[in-house]
């Protein structure tokens, strides 16, 4: 069990580990992790500091990564023991990449590890001033009709996605209510119709 107040802890001290490994403010920073709670904290991490998540579904192979974390320009990327070996057999191939942070026991020779970093980072973080339309986020397509296209999210995508996430949950939420979905956070169907939503209202 987390409450907000933990999530807000985890996401400040992963905000200042990145600032320490120099993500700045419209760096792309790879989540390449499958439903868990650094998952999630990382988002919050990320969101606040300016920087543009870059969601990748862990069922993603070496050709699948290469295309997006390339072509994205992403300069960071969070791992697990089910998705490093993935990246790891593209990472020299990476021209942006600059450090990989293993989550969950995931280790490599120069990856940083998840408890060690935040551990050493301060649980106090002062979010970016961002506006409704600066970059959040980079979702790509299918690419059914080509390569995957890179869509570029700003922060008002939730708040414009509520109407439809409400009403086509019966007026969600009512009191009591919970949520819980299997969908995959790397897709805007487990992020923005499920995850977010409901942190949204608490």
């Not at 008002?156 to 109407?163: A, E, Q």
Request: charged share 15%; glycine share 10%; hydrophobic share 45%.
């Amino acid at each position: 069990a987390y409450s907000f107040w933990d999530i807000q802890q985890a996401a400040n001290r992963l905000s200042n580990a990145l600032a320490a490994l120099g993500v700045k403010r419209g760096d792309r920073v790879a989540i390449l992790l499958p439903q868990r709670p650094e998952t999630a904290i990382a988002y919050v991490a990320v969101f606040q500091m300016g920087a543009i998540a870059l969601p990748l579904s862990h069922l993603f192979g070496p050709d699948a990564l290469e295309y997006r974390m390339e072509h994205a320009e992403a300069c960071v990327a969070i791992v697990e023991p089910s998705t490093i070996g993935n990246l790891w057999a593209i990472k020299d191939r990476l021209t942006h990449l600059r450090h990989v942070i293993g989550v969950g026991g995931a280790r490599e020779t120069g990856v940083h590890g998840w408890e060690a970093l935040l551990a050493k980072s301060a649980s106090r973080y002062a979010p970016v001033d961002t506006d409704a339309e600066d970059p959040a986020l980079i979702i790509y397509t299918s690419g059914t009709t080509g390569p995957p296209k890179g869509a570029l999210k700003p922060h008002r995508v939730l708040i414009g996605n509520m109407p439809g996430f409400v009403h086509s949950h019966d007026f969600f939420p009512q009191p009591g209510d919970m949520f819980w979905s299997p969908a995959d956070w790397a897709w805007t169907g487990g992020l923005m119709d499920a995850l977010l939503p409901s942190w949204l209202y608490g």
